[in-house]
């Protein structure tokens, strides 16, 4: 008998295989993505073969080309129409290639740039054994204090190997937005997450802290990510396909052929439920909504400031624009089902973070509980379903980021002996010691609070009337009151740096170099650009706003 099976396996495997097709990739349309890619392999290369003193201008010069010349790629493909008319699904349905994808790929490549400029400061701490230093440690293997870590500060090493980590997690961030079935969107979410952790962890001054916080953002991490990974399961047992056209087809009932082996679970609403929910909570988790935010007030204490910073603007642009694709090119069957549990969300995410908020005493606590109520204000226009919402929240996604960059590279400036003065008490007249700095400060704190001729009241201006527009009135009630609330502790640092005395001991405002200068005064021009003129760019977000199916 045996001999029988035998033979008939051979004669199985004798009989010729069908061709395998080579898979078609449109590299010209992926050129952003795989340029950042390729120069933060590039980046791996220099940390082997350069010598350790010319690591960090080779790394900063390759870093910034790439993401000059990938932003210039996303700019040509949009004027060359791909944006609108010539949108379409590329490498073989796994990328979505359409307005959407493009304005937030190119939002995220802007932030990088300030990014890698925040990264490279190496003014604002005191020379160090006649050694230039910027915000990383010197070796980031060595245990906090030992004596091989100060061998590697008295040798002037430095960690030039966040360049290439910040460029994989641009890489990500690119794909992120724009991934057309469930499987490319969670390898970009893992290509994005890990640097991060790592990033978060490699902090020069406090950095039990910087670790303890990378330790909580990658446990937390993890979990999101099995959530999202075992929803993306239960979706695939759904529709018998990762691609989010087949998922979206199974949702409305306009499928013609069903696999026989998925006969029996396809069409099963729980798994599409369940499914659904298990991968939108993961997408919650990256944007910081309540309640998945426990993680952001720490990870934002302890991790480097400019790293701070790049990842509060670059992560919720990425995430937004993956949660907005999901459910409206996903999911739009399932509205009945989402709308109600979006609106609770982003009611707590908006009072929660705005309440939490004004008990705050450390600068970047209070900016993290910030960009929690942010994270509930956008989603307002996530809720509006309409094309005006996925504009709003594209122009908001947009002022938003680079205000917050700014902002944290306002907070790397203000020192003391122990690096970076970050307590409120710390702040008191800091208008009268550093006027242009405070001035500075306080435009980027009206723009969060969304002052008129600010980016952020445009910005909110535009989420809320898609909400209301979209049948979501009362959410918009909720969210005026919420920005009065917050208004509240903006204004209350205002006024602590303006009309208070300084104190003798308080901190200094180092002068930095200009490279820090360019990030913030990038920061301020499109806040007040955006606050003063939005209609070109509310115009630009209008055009972008259609998603390819």
């Given at each position: ?61 390759v870093s910034v080309v790439a993401l000059a010349a990938a932003f210039a790629a996303v700019v040509a493909m949009a004027a060359g129409g791909y944006g609108t008319t010539k949108a379409h699904i590329a490498a073989m349905g796994a990328i979505a290639v359409d307005g959407p994808s493009l304005f937030l790929q190119g939002t995220i490549l802007l932030a990088g740039i300030l990014g890698v400029f925040t990264f490279a400061e190496r003014r604002l701490d005191p020379e160090v054994h006649g050694n230039r230093v910027d915000s990383f440690a010197a070796q980031a293997a ?286 008191a007249g800091l208008g009268r010691r550093s006027p242009l700095v405070a001035a500075v400060f306080a435009v980027f704190l009206l723009a969060f609070a969304g002052i008129p001729l600010t980016s952020g009241f445009a910005g909110k201006f535009a989420v809320f009337k898609a909400a209301a527009e979209g049948g ?78």
């Amino acid at each position: 008998m045996s001999a029988v099976a035998v033979h008939s396996l051979w004669t199985t495997a004798a009989e010729p295989i069908a061709k395998i097709d080579a898979p078609k990739i449109e590299y010209g349309q992926l050129s952003p993505t795989l340029i950042v890619i390729g120069a933060a392999l590039v980046g791996v290369l220099i940390e082997a073969f350069v010598p350790r003193k010319s690591r960090y201008y080779t790394q900063v010069f390759v870093s910034v080309v790439a993401l000059a010349a990938a932003f210039a790629a996303v700019v040509a493909m949009a004027a060359g129409g791909y944006g609108t008319t010539k949108a379409h699904i590329a490498a073989m349905g796994a990328i979505a290639v359409d307005g959407p994808s493009l304005f937030l790929q190119g939002t995220i490549l802007l932030a990088g740039i300030l990014g890698v400029f925040t990264f490279a400061e190496r003014r604002l701490d005191p020379e160090v054994h006649g050694n230039r230093v910027d915000s990383f440690a010197a070796q980031a293997a060595s245990v906090p204090g030992s004596d091989s870590e100060k061998a590697a500060v008295k040798a002037g090493f430095t960690t030039t190997e966040v360049f290439p980590l910040l460029l994989f997690a641009i890489g990500g961030m690119l794909v992120f937005p724009s991934a057309n079935d469930l499987l490319t969107l969670f390898i970009a979410l893992e290509v994005f997450s890990l640097p991060l952790y790592l990033l978060c962890a490699v902090a020069r001054r406090k950095r039990l802290m910087s670790q303890e916080a990378a330790v909580k953002y990658f446990l937390l991490g993890a979990f999101a990510s099995a959530f999202t990974l075992f929803g993306i399961a239960l979706l695939y047992g759904y529709a018998g396909s990762v691609s989010y056209a087949r998922i979206a087809q199974v949702v409305d009932g306009t499928v013609t052929t069903v696999d026989p082996a998925l006969a029996g679970t396809m069409g099963n609403d729980v798994l599409l439920l369940i499914g659904a929910a298990m991968v939108v909570m993961g997408l919650l988790f990256k944007v910081g909504a309540v309640p998945f935010h426990m993680w952001t007030p720490d990870v934002y204490q302890g991790a480097p400031t400019p790293v701070t910073g790049f990842m509060a603007a670059a992560t919720k642009v990425a995430a937004f624009g993956a949660l907005l694709r999901l459910l409206y090119v996903v999911l739009p069957g399932l509205r009945w089902d989402w709308r109600p549990v979006m609106w609770a969300v982003a009611i707590v995410t908006m009072l929660g973070g705005a309440i939490v908020a004004i008990t705050q005493t450390d600068i970047k606590r209070l900016l993290a509980y910030s960009s929690i109520a942010h994270a509930g204000f956008i989603l307002a226009g996530v809720i509006a379903a309409s094309p005006d919402g996925v504009s709003s929240v594209l122009f908001y996604l947009g002022a938003y980021s680079f205000v917050t960059i700014g902002a944290f590279a306002v907070v790397t400036l203000v020192r003391d002996a122990g690096g970076e003065a970050t307590h409120l008490s710390k702040w008191a007249g800091l208008g009268r010691r550093s006027p242009l700095v405070a001035a500075v400060f306080a435009v980027f704190l009206l723009a969060f609070a969304g002052i008129p001729l600010t980016s952020g009241f445009a910005g909110k201006f535009a989420v809320f009337k898609a909400a209301a527009e979209g049948g979501a009135g009362a959410l918009v009630v909720v969210g005026v009151i919420s920005s009065a609330i917050a208004a509240f502790f903006y204004i209350r640092v205002i006024v602590l740096m303006f009309f208070s005395e300084p104190k003798p001991e308080g901190p200094t405002v180092a002068v930095p170099s200009p490279l820090t200068m360019t990030a913030i005064a990038f920061g301020v021009a499109v806040t007040l650009v955006l606050g003063v003129a939005p209609q070109y760019f509310l115009d630009l977000a209008n055009q972008a706003g259609v998603f390819v199916r």
